[in-house]
């Protein structure tokens, strides 16, 4: 039979099971940046889809518009010189349109991305933080365990 009393193994049990507590509770906290690290990349990714999708929607009111003048042009004579100056000044506007579309979306996307890396420096810092404050904690919660495996012992005899 062991030396040890029998109220130690319990004790030391409650103890170890703490300990885990606080382990899984860090893995939870780890897993939970990673995974907010995971949607900022995916939202960055989806700005780019998002300016690609809204392109080709002026694209096609674009070429809707071209279509329709091609139709007057082809159906309603002498308008070649009316519709040509109408797809001029079409032709104007979705250049500069296309050209704002694409500023605001570099200008989004380039912010958003400045976002997302400090928010990932931020996260090693608190990380490295948080894993240096809990190894305290533990060291801190094998020395009270050990203080009071002591107490009890020095009670028992």
Not at 22 to 28: M, P
Not at 30 to 48: C, I, M, T, W
Not at 76 to 93: F, H, K, L, N
Request: a negative charge; zero cysteines; aromatic letters at 8%.
């Amino acid at each position: 039979m062991s030396n040890e009393p029998t109220f130690t193994t319990p004790v030391s049990t409650v103890f170890e099971m703490q300990r885990n507590a606080i382990r899984q509770s860090q893995q939870a906290i780890e897993s939970g940046v990673e995974f907010q690290k995971r949607l900022n990349a995916a939202a960055l990714d989806g700005v780019e889809v998002t300016e690609e999708a809204q392109r080709g929607t002026v694209e096609m009111t674009e070429n809707a518009l071209h279509s329709y003048l091609d139709v007057v042009e082809a159906t309603v004579p002498g308008a070649a010189s009316v519709t040509g100056q109408v797809r001029e000044a079409v032709d104007g506007q979705f250049d500069a349109l296309y050209q704002t579309h694409e500023e605001a979306f570099d200008v989004t996307e380039g912010e958003f991305a400045k976002g997302v890396d400090a928010y990932d420096e931020m996260t090693i810092d608190y990380l490295a933080a948080l894993n240096d404050q809990i190894e305290a904690l533990l060291d801190a919660h094998e020395d009270i365990e050990g203080q009071t495996l002591e107490s009890f012992q020095m009670v028992e005899t």
